[in-house]
């Protein structure tokens, strides 16, 4: 009988490895926090900042501001209605129904 001399267990983990590996995990999970905490203030200051200077204009200049307003209101409505009868249209084409009926 042949002696197996390889062992197919698995070695043991070094304690100092182990130590050092959570140890740098916490160090960039510390280092993320903090990065994205500034990152977040950043951002909400900037935010703020740009609806402060948005509500200034609007202040000044209110008839502008409602003009501007109803433009993108108006664009939006014509997008949404565009898409719906795109939409309808697509469902329509499919069937098979509007185009043999122009055909006759």
Do not use: C
């Amino acid at each position: 009988m042949a002696d197996d001399t390889t062992s197919t267990a698995a070695p043991a983990a070094d304690p100092s490895l182990i130590d050092s590996a959570i140890s740098t995990a916490e160090s960039a999970l510390d280092t993320a926090i903090t990065e994205s905490k500034s990152f977040l203030s950043k951002a909400q200051e900037t935010l703020t900042n740009a609806a402060e200077s948005a509500v200034a204009a609007a202040r000044e200049h209110p008839i502008a501001a409602a003009g501007i307003a109803a433009g993108a209101a108006a664009a939006v409505a014509g997008a949404a209605f565009g898409a719906s009868k795109l939409m309808s249209d697509d469902t329509t084409t499919s069937t098979g129904s509007k185009g043999a009926k122009k055909k006759s």
